[in-house]
């Protein structure tokens, strides 16, 4: 029965982060850099609020947008850390993950033929959605531009049928972010036109040597921004995103989320409500711990020789493989079969990726040197 299956289903593949991380994962004594997972438990205030949900039965389905109490709270999150302003009435939706959100997003926006300008190399998940939505992905290569997709760039790729540019800052799989500066001059560029910006700014809270600023804060009425708890709060599994968008974008948005899901699940948005108000600052720990990383990490690479751009934000390094006759794939397997570690290869970020490969310094200091010990001995090898 497979013929029966859509063929837009057909073409699209699983993320090759997690196709590479299935392939590898039963490696013995293997040491893994991989996968963007905060290593802290969810703070235990948030696991509180979350038991308390189930004990007060707390179990039925909410407003499809969210409760209000927590609408009303992420509203104000955005506004203090932000300064943003978004009426938690109308313009918030609770979503299940950041993932969804984007999906009801692009669901919402896009149409048979729309193009979507994106800067490559960049996170997987986007470009099978535009594809399903019948819509398609632009590529820009940002790779000599030290990462950073900026006005000039974007500019050179917009048609008629450009509908949507993704802002994903920080970015993963690079970690670099964008100024105001930069976002002025995007905004500049596409204020008045029949475009989107979708910024997905589930990074906002691990930046580390500038405050976050986001589009929407100037350009509000053309900005469907993307946030969620994942990263910032450490509830990758409590599946909480959030989406923020004006009133007459997102009551159709709205829509698409209410057949998909009805609501996110209402226990977790308990735990999201305590996390965005006695929680609002948990992140900061977090973050200084993942700077200390960052500066350790930079240090080991650099040592190394390689290629690599400091990272605003996120936890994430994007290196330039040294030069051999080996495509990011090969070298990130040849990484674990010689040297018992694990890392993702550029490739899984789109072609401009290739040549590149990401790690992950969302890992203890102890596993990330053992790590960083390992590619250095395999490095060394390659030299002989």
């Known amino acids: 029965m497979e013929h ?21 994962a039963d490696t013995k004594d293997m040491i893994s850099l991989t ?37 009303k709270a992420a509203s104000a999150f955005v506004n ?22 984007i999906d009801i997003a692009f669901r919402t926006i896009l149409e048979e033929g729309s193009e979507v300008i994106l800067p490559g190399p960049v996170y997987p ?17 940002i790779t000599q531009n030290k990462f950073r997709f900026t006005a000039g760039i974007i500019k050179k790729q917009i048609t008629e049928k450009t509908r949507c540019i993704v802002l994903p800052y920080p970015s993963n799989p690079t970690g670099v972010s964008l100024t105001i500066e930069e976002l002025k001059e995007i905004a500049s560029l596409v204020k008045g036109r029949d475009i989107f ?24 009425e053309q900005t469907i921004v993307i946030n969620g708890l994942s990263k910032s709060h450490s509830m990758t599994g409590w599946r909480i995103g959030l989406l923020f968008a004006p009133e007459n974008v997102a009551k159709h ?4 989320h209410q057949y998909n899901v009805t609501c996110a699940a209402s226990v977790s948005q308990m735990a999201a409500l305590e996390a965005l108000t006695t929680g609002k600052d948990d992140a900061l720990p977090m973050r200084q711990e993942y700077a200390k990383r960052r500066e350790y990490v930079y240090d080991r690479l650099v ?61 203890s200091i102890e596993t990330l040197k053992e790590g960083l010990d390992r590619i250095g001995w395999y490095l060394e090898g390659l030299k002989e």
Do not use: W
């Not at 063929?7 to 590898?24: A, H, L, Q, T």
């Not at 390094?317 to 570690?341: Q, R």
């Open 253 to 256: 948005i709205l829509k698409v």
């Open 35 to 71: 996968i963007g997972q905060p290593d802290f438990p969810t703070p235990l205030h948030v696991k509180e609020a979350g038991k308390n949900a189930i004990d007060q039965n707390f179990t039925s389905y909410t407003h499809n947008a969210g409760d209000i109490r927590l609408r």
């Open 125 to 141: 998940g986007y470009e099978p959605i535009i594809k399903l939505c019948g819509a398609v992905p632009i590529f820009t290569d």
């Open 197 to 220: 910006i979708l910024a997905d700014e589930i990074y906002s809270e691990l930046i580390y040597d500038q405050p976050h600023h986001s589009i929407a804060s100037i350009l509000r």
């Open 4 to 24: 029966l299956i859509n063929d837009k289903v057909k073409n699209i593949e699983i993320s090759g982060i997690r196709k590479f991380f299935n392939m590898v």
């Open 80 to 101: 203090e850390k932000y300064n943003l302003t978004y009426n938690p009435e109308t313009e918030v939706i609770v979503t299940s993950g950041a993932s969804e959100a």
């Open 303 to 363: 040592q190394m020789g390689l290629d690599v751009v400091k990272p605003d934000g996120a936890f994430y390094f994007f290196i330039k493989i040294p030069p051999v006759s080996m495509t990011s794939f090969d070298f990130a397997l040849s990484l674990v079969e010689k040297a018992g570690v694990a890392v993702v290869p550029g490739s899984a970020f789109s072609s401009y990726g290739e040549g590149y490969f990401r790690i992950s310094f969302a890992y």
